[in-house]
Antibody, heavy 114, light 112 residues
Framework: EVQLVESGGGLVRPGGSLRLSCAASGFTFSDAWMNWVRQAPGKGLEWVGRIKSKSDGGTIDYAAPVKGRVTISRDDSKNTLFLQMNSLKTEDTAVYYC?????WGQGTLVTVSS | DIVLTQSPLSLPVTPGEPASISCRSSQSLLHSKGNNFLDWYVQKPGQSPQVLIYLGSNRASGVPDRFSGSGSGTDFTLKISRVEAEDVGVYYCMQVLQIPLAFGQGTRLEIK
């Protein structure tokens, strides 16, 4: 059974940093192209970024609103995906999901507020 | 960037009646290998999204056969042959052809 478990969310001040994790199981993590998707309160889904598998080049792409402020990485030895978020803004407040193939985690809430 | 436009944004349906959601793309989602890179998801209240249809018309494992996806290129449709109370939620199309990946605005299905 595929499982994706996000963690690391919380309350952070504007300008602060946060590192999210997504622990994966039930599939060959190293072969998967992994995505981060977010959902602001009461809003729709917004793609944040993607990291390809190392065998496919490991390319990382980001959405324009977060480019330069976030870094996606992966640790295939630990089956874990990361999202390092810096210079956080109030508009980054959202539930952050990891997405692999068509499977989603339960999400972790990030609140940026003073 | 590819933009997906869903309609309607709100869909009240009587149980047992059919429902249809349109998703139009600003660019063709037809890959050179013949697949349409368009997926459909539903997000039920308080839950994460879950896949219904992948590559335009393929029903995901465990999805009831009352759900079907059709279309090609820029015009896609999700159909529910007979709506049930458990189908309440927000339905999203998502293009996975090119970066940046993108979602439609979502269609909220409610029961009359």
């Amino acid at each position: 059974e595929v499982q994706l478990v996000e963690s690391g969310g919380g309350l952070v001040r504007p300008g602060g940093s946060l590192r999210l994790s997504c622990a994966a199981s039930g599939f060959t993590f190293s072969d998967a192209w992994m995505n981060w998707v977010r959902q602001a309160p009461g809003k729709g889904l917004e793609w944040v970024g993607r990291i390809k598998s190392k065998s496919d080049g490991g390319t990382i792409d980001y959405a324009a609103p977060v480019k330069g402020r976030v870094t996606i990485s992966r640790d295939d030895s630990k089956n874990t995906l990361f999202l390092q978020m810096n210079s956080l803004k109030t508009e980054d407040t959202a539930v952050y999901y990891c997405l692999a193939f068509d499977y989603w985690g339960q999400g972790t809430l990030v609140t940026v507020s003073s | 960037d590819i933009v997906l436009t869903q309609s309607p944004l709100s869909l009240p349906v009587t149980p047992g009646e059919p429902a249809s959601i349109s998703c139009r793309s600003s660019q063709s989602l037809l890959h050179s290998k013949g697949n349409n890179f368009l997926d459909w998801y539903v997000q039920k209240p308080g839950q994460s999204p879950q896949v219904l249809i992948y590559l335009g018309s393929n029903r995901a494992s465990g999805v009831p056969d009352r759900f079907s996806g059709s279309g090609s290129g820029t015009d896609f449709t999700l159909k529910i042959s007979r709506v049930e109370a458990e189908d309440v939620g927000v339905y999203y199309c998502m293009q996975v052809l090119q970066i940046p990946l993108a979602f439609g605005q979502g269609t909220r299905l409610e029961i009359k």
